[in-house]
Structures are given as structure tokens and as C-alpha cells.
């Protein structure tokens, strides 16, 4: 009688057990109509994937506004205090901006008189093989201030940055030196700027003639309330004096359409290339050596006294 009390008692006990186990298993197993297991959505694991759910956050915005890249151009010749301000000032001021950019320092390496035109086309060459689509003319000593100042892609004409009323110390219509921007098609369809421009001055002005006759409508920063000191212009006039000398035909010659030099026969010698970083600012310094014809431009050097 004990015995099968005993058996009895198993038995049940094991029913219980399997029962617990398939109702245990139902929440791990589904089957269709034939009883075949067709899939196994582990609590666990759902559980795990609505955890991850829901601490999902949203994607970081942007690191850039646009896919565009701008070619800061700097020309320059013995700078260096200059330089190294300006870089890291400007790296700044576009990083807020969100403007993906490359800074190109372009550093006049031979003896001639300095030619800030010719070195802007050298730039321009230089950046748009990596990869610029658009390029800042940027004087190296015109530190922007105000953060309206916009840096973007002039998908609609050249833009002026450094406009007349604003500048600090060049204020004539026509001005459009100091800071310009323009897209490689832009500045391509101008055939970049004059060659014939060695001393100071003058280019910018011609180059203006060149974006008219293009057909194109030059642009400037509108809303600006802080007028002159939009920008930190910090030239030592009497630590590097302006070179405003005209020899033989000069002249002439700085007052006339050049229609003849231009990006596509720019003459010049890439002395080297170096990547520098200053304070945590990249940029490129380009020591290039300028050709000079004599006989179309004589005054590429000052004569003998």
C-alpha cells in the first residue's frame, strides 16, 4: 500500500514538474499548428532590446554645415608675428561658423617685389587639388570679430567680407580687398587675378574690373551694426613699411584691364610644402618662388640706384 502511494506521489510530482517546464518554455518557444518550433524570443533579450531602446539618443548634430570646403589664402612675406595670430584666430572663427576649411599660407620665398596676386593664384592651384570648392582671398593681418561675418559657400556671386564700411581703413565703393570669397568656378571664370601687380596695391581693383565684365554682382555683409571695428587690423606701418614705388612703366600699366595674365599662366616654383599646427590650428605654409619677365614687367624688381 505504501509502495503505491509512493509511485502515486512521484507520478503527480513529475506531472507538476513537466507542467511547470511547458508553461515555463511557452514564453521561450512558438510553434505553428504541427507543434514545430518556428521561433525563440527570449524574454531576456527583448527585454534587453527595449532597454537599448530606450536610451537610444539622437545623432550629434553636424560637425560641418555643409559639404563644402573653403581655401583660406593668405599671402604674405616675412610675417611671421602675423602668421602665427592669424591662424589659430581664424581656425577658431570658422570651427563656430561650422565651415569646413583648410587654411593655405602662401609665402613669397624669392627676391622680386612682393606680388600678392600672383600668390593668390598659386594658392588658389594649390587647395582646389585638395579638394577646396571655394577660396577666401584673406589679408593676414584682418582678424574678423563680429561672428555675423558669414564665411559660407557664394553660391550667388563673389562676397565682399571686408566691405567698405566696415573695413577700418579702406572705404571707396569699389573696394573689394581685404577678405573676398568666391567659388572655384567663380574665380576660374575671372581667370583668377592680374600677374603684372608687384609692389602694393592696385590689384584688387583690377580684379574688380574682371568680376564685372564677368557678369557678375558683388555682394556684402548686410546688418552689421559694429561699423569699423568688425575687424582687428593690426598692421605696423613702421615696422613693415608698404612698398607704393612705380618704376619705368608701372603706372600706366596698374591703371589698365589686364587682359592678357591670369590664373592660367601664373609662373612660379614651389620651394616646399610644410603641414604646421599652431595652438591646435592646421594650415599649409607654401614657400614658392615667383618667375619675373623683365621685359613685359621691369618693375618686378626696384631699378639700381
Known amino acids: 500500500m505504501f509502495a503505491k502511494k509512493t509511485v502515486l506521489f512521484v507520478f503527480l510530482y513529475a506531472s507538476t514538474v513537466m507542467f511547470g517546464v511547458t508553461f515555463w518554455m511557452s514564453g521561450f518557444l512558438m510553434t505553428d499548428r504541427d507543434g514545430r518550433v518556428v521561433q525563440?524570443?527570449?524574454?531576456?533579450?527583448?527585454n534587453e532590446a527595449k532597454s537599448k531602446k530606450r536610451v537610444d539618443t539622437p545623432p550629434p548634430p553636424p560637425r560641418y554645415k555643409d559639404e563644402h570646403q573653403l581655401a583660406v589664402v593668405v599671402p604674405i612675406r616675412d610675417r611671421f608675428e602675423e602668421f602665427l595670430e592669424f591662424v589659430p584666430h581664424i581656425h577658431r572663427f570658422l570651427n563656430q561658423q561650422k565651415i569646413r576649411h583648410?587654411?593655405?599660407?602662401?609665402?613669397?620665398?624669392?627676391?622680386?617685389?612682393?606680388?600678392?596676386?600672383?600668390?593668390?593664384?598659386v594658392g588658389f592651384l594649390l587647395s582646389t587639388r585638395r579638394g577646396c570648392d571655394?577660396?577666401?582671398?584673406?589679408?593676414?593681418?584682418?582678424?574678423?570679430?563680429?561672428?555675423?561675418?558669414?564665411?559660407?559657400?557664394?553660391?550667388?556671386?563673389?562676397?565682399?567680407?571686408?566691405?567698405p564700411d566696415l573695413h577700418p581703413k579702406y572705404h571707396y565703393k569699389t573696394f573689394v580687398g581685404g577678405i573676398l570669397i568666391l567659388t572655384a568656378e567663380q574665380f576660374e571664370k575671372c581667370?583668377?587675378?592680374?600677374?603684372?601687380?608687384?609692389?602694393?596695391?592696385r590689384e584688387d581693383d583690377e580684379f574688380y574690373r574682371r568680376m564685372i565684365e564677368a557678369g557678375y554682382t558683388v555682394s556684402r555683409p548686410k546688418g552689421i551694426e559694429t561699423g569699423?571695428?568688425?575687424f582687428r587690423h593690426f598692421h605696423d606701418d613702421k615696422k613693415r613699411k608698404r612698398d607704393y614705388g612705380t618704376y619705368y612703366n608701372q603706372a600706366k600699366v596698374s591703371r589698365t584691364r589686364d587682359r592678357v595674365t591670369g590664373l592660367h599662366d601664373v609662373d612660379y616654383q614651389v620651394i616646399d610644402i610644410v603641414n604646421v599646427t599652431i595652438k591646435?590650428?592646421?594650415?599649409?605654409?607654401?614657400?614658392?618662388?615667383?618667375?619675373?619677365?623683365n621685359e613685359k614687367t621691369p618693375?618686378?624688381?626696384?631699378p639700381e640706384k
Open 40 to 46: 525563440s524570443p527570449l524574454p531576456c533579450v527583448q
Open 102 to 121: 583648410q587654411i593655405w599660407v602662401i609665402n613669397q620665398f624669392d627676391k622680386h617685389r612682393f606680388n600678392r596676386a600672383s600668390l593668390i593664384n
Open 134 to 163: 571655394y577660396m577666401a582671398m584673406h589679408d593676414v593681418d584682418l582678424l574678423p570679430l563680429n561672428p555675423a561675418l558669414d564665411y559660407s559657400y557664394p553660391k550667388n556671386g563673389p562676397f565682399h567680407v571686408a566691405a
Open 191 to 201: 581667370n583668377g587675378l592680374s600677374n603684372l601687380f608687384w609692389g602694393w596695391g
Open 228 to 230: 569699423y571695428k568688425t
Open 280 to 293: 591646435e590650428a592646421p594650415c599649409t605654409l607654401v614657400n614658392v618662388k615667383l618667375a619675373c619677365d
Open 299 to 302: 618693375f618686378c624688381d626696384k
